[in-house]
Protein backbone atom coordinates (compact mmCIF):
# COMPACT_ATOMS: atom_id res chain seq x y z
CA UNK A 1 0.00 0.00 0.00
CA UNK A 2 1.25 4.03 -0.86
CA UNK A 3 2.25 5.71 1.87
CA UNK A 4 0.15 8.36 3.53
CA UNK A 5 1.42 11.44 2.15
CA UNK A 6 0.70 9.53 -1.44
CA UNK A 7 -2.57 9.13 -1.45
CA UNK A 8 -5.33 11.92 -2.30
CA UNK A 9 -7.23 13.41 0.56
CA UNK A 10 -10.58 14.88 -0.17
CA UNK A 11 -12.41 17.03 2.89
CA UNK A 12 -15.82 18.66 2.31
CA UNK A 13 -17.05 22.14 3.56
CA UNK A 14 -18.06 21.98 6.99
CA UNK A 15 -15.52 18.60 7.73
CA UNK A 16 -13.40 18.13 10.43
CA UNK A 17 -12.63 17.23 14.22
CA UNK A 18 -14.40 20.26 15.69
CA UNK A 19 -12.46 22.02 19.06
CA UNK A 20 -14.98 24.15 20.23
CA UNK A 21 -12.91 24.91 23.38
CA UNK A 22 -10.39 26.07 21.18
CA UNK A 23 -11.68 27.83 18.26
CA UNK A 24 -10.36 25.09 16.20
CA UNK A 25 -11.22 22.76 13.33
CA UNK A 26 -8.96 20.11 11.72
CA UNK A 27 -9.60 19.64 8.42
CA UNK A 28 -6.26 17.83 8.05
CA UNK A 29 -4.15 16.53 10.97
CA UNK A 30 -0.80 14.61 11.17
CA UNK A 31 -2.43 10.97 11.01
CA UNK A 32 -3.50 12.08 7.45
CA UNK A 33 -0.46 13.42 5.96
CA UNK A 34 2.10 11.28 7.57
CA UNK A 35 3.20 13.93 9.16
CA UNK A 36 4.17 16.30 6.73
CA UNK A 37 1.68 18.93 7.46
CA UNK A 38 -1.10 19.77 9.76
CA UNK A 39 -3.85 22.20 8.58
CA UNK A 40 -6.42 23.76 10.88
CA UNK A 41 -9.64 26.41 10.43
CA UNK A 42 -9.35 28.73 13.41
CA UNK A 43 -11.78 31.61 14.48
CA UNK A 44 -11.74 34.65 17.17
CA UNK A 45 -14.36 37.82 17.85
CA UNK A 46 -13.50 40.54 17.46
CA UNK A 47 -10.41 41.64 19.88
CA UNK A 48 -9.58 37.91 20.74
CA UNK A 49 -6.52 35.97 20.04
CA UNK A 50 -3.94 34.41 21.56
CA UNK A 51 -1.03 35.09 23.74
CA UNK A 52 2.76 36.10 22.17
CA UNK A 53 4.39 32.26 21.74
CA UNK A 54 7.31 30.39 19.53
CA UNK A 55 6.70 27.35 18.04
CA UNK A 56 10.25 25.12 18.43
CA UNK A 57 9.43 22.70 15.48
CA UNK A 58 6.70 23.57 12.57
CA UNK A 59 6.37 27.09 10.37
CA UNK A 60 2.92 28.32 10.13
CA UNK A 61 0.84 30.11 7.28
CA UNK A 62 -1.81 31.81 7.97
CA UNK A 63 -4.31 32.60 5.32
CA UNK A 64 -7.34 35.00 6.28
CA UNK A 65 -10.65 33.46 5.16
CA UNK A 66 -12.76 36.28 6.35
CA UNK A 67 -12.48 39.49 7.95
CA UNK A 68 -8.92 40.28 9.25
CA UNK A 69 -5.91 38.93 10.97
CA UNK A 70 -3.37 41.04 13.18
CA UNK A 71 0.19 39.45 13.32
CA UNK A 72 2.69 41.08 15.86
CA UNK A 73 6.29 40.41 15.59
CA UNK A 74 9.17 42.29 17.88
CA UNK A 75 6.49 44.96 18.69
CA UNK A 76 5.62 45.63 15.16
CA UNK A 77 1.61 45.33 13.55
CA UNK A 78 1.31 43.55 10.62
CA UNK A 79 -2.65 43.73 9.56
CA UNK A 80 -3.84 41.01 7.15
CA UNK A 81 -7.45 41.54 5.66
CA UNK A 82 -9.50 38.80 3.74
CA UNK A 83 -7.34 36.63 1.01
CA UNK A 84 -4.10 38.11 2.85
CA UNK A 85 -1.12 35.48 4.03
CA UNK A 86 1.45 35.48 6.27
CA UNK A 87 4.40 32.59 6.66
CA UNK A 88 5.36 32.38 10.31
CA UNK A 89 8.71 30.38 10.56
CA UNK A 90 9.16 28.59 13.64
CA UNK A 91 11.76 30.16 16.42
CA UNK A 92 10.19 33.75 15.83
CA UNK A 93 7.77 34.82 18.70
CA UNK A 94 4.42 35.96 17.68
CA UNK A 95 0.87 36.91 18.70
CA UNK A 96 -2.26 36.73 16.68
CA UNK A 97 -5.56 38.70 17.46
CA UNK A 98 -8.90 39.63 15.15
CA UNK A 99 -8.49 43.43 14.95
CA UNK A 100 -11.31 44.19 13.28
CA UNK A 101 -15.68 44.19 15.00
CA UNK A 102 -16.79 41.12 13.14
CA UNK A 103 -15.93 37.50 13.89
CA UNK A 104 -12.95 36.21 11.64
CA UNK A 105 -11.95 33.53 10.06
CA UNK A 106 -8.72 31.82 9.11
CA UNK A 107 -7.03 28.55 7.95
CA UNK A 108 -3.23 27.75 9.21
CA UNK A 109 -0.99 25.46 8.41
CA UNK A 110 1.68 23.75 10.27
CA UNK A 111 4.82 21.85 8.68
CA UNK A 112 5.38 19.73 9.72
CA UNK A 113 2.48 18.34 11.90
CA UNK A 114 2.49 18.15 15.27
CA UNK A 115 0.87 21.23 16.61
CA UNK A 116 -2.59 19.04 16.26
CA UNK A 117 -1.90 16.92 18.71
CA UNK A 118 -0.86 19.32 21.29
CA UNK A 119 -4.42 21.07 20.08
CA UNK A 120 -5.66 17.91 21.21
CA UNK A 121 -3.80 17.15 24.75
CA UNK A 122 -5.27 20.23 25.60
CA UNK A 123 -8.92 19.57 25.17
CA UNK A 124 -8.80 16.58 26.41
CA UNK A 125 -6.55 17.20 29.67
CA UNK A 126 -9.96 20.00 29.69
CA UNK A 127 -12.14 17.75 29.48
CA UNK A 128 -11.16 15.37 31.70
CA UNK A 129 -10.78 18.30 34.35
CA UNK A 130 -6.77 17.84 34.83
CA UNK A 131 -6.23 20.75 33.24
CA UNK A 132 -4.26 22.88 35.45
CA UNK A 133 -1.29 25.66 34.86
CA UNK A 134 1.52 22.72 35.55
CA UNK A 135 0.27 20.22 33.07
CA UNK A 136 -0.29 23.50 30.57
CA UNK A 137 3.50 24.45 30.68
CA UNK A 138 4.16 20.34 30.63
CA UNK A 139 2.24 19.95 27.61
CA UNK A 140 3.70 23.11 25.82
CA UNK A 141 7.28 21.63 26.69
CA UNK A 142 6.43 18.67 25.24
CA UNK A 143 4.97 19.83 21.64
CA UNK A 144 7.76 22.51 21.47
CA UNK A 145 5.53 25.49 22.82
CA UNK A 146 6.90 28.44 24.39
CA UNK A 147 4.39 31.07 26.01
CA UNK A 148 6.20 34.16 26.31
CA UNK A 149 3.40 35.76 28.19
Not at 17 to 31: F, I, P, Q, S
Not at 82 to 103: C, D, E, M
Not at 109 to 137: C, K, M, N
Not at 138 to 149: D, F, I, M, P
Request: charged letters at 25%; proline letters at 6%; glycine letters at 10%.
Amino acid sequence: MDPVHMRPIFVPPGAGTVLEDMAVTHKLTADQTDGTCYLFESTFEPGMGNRLHVHAREDEIGFVVEGALEILIEGRSHVLDTGGLARLPRGIPHKIRNPSSQSSRYLFIAVPAGLDRWFDAVTQARRDGSLDEALAGELARQYGVEWLE
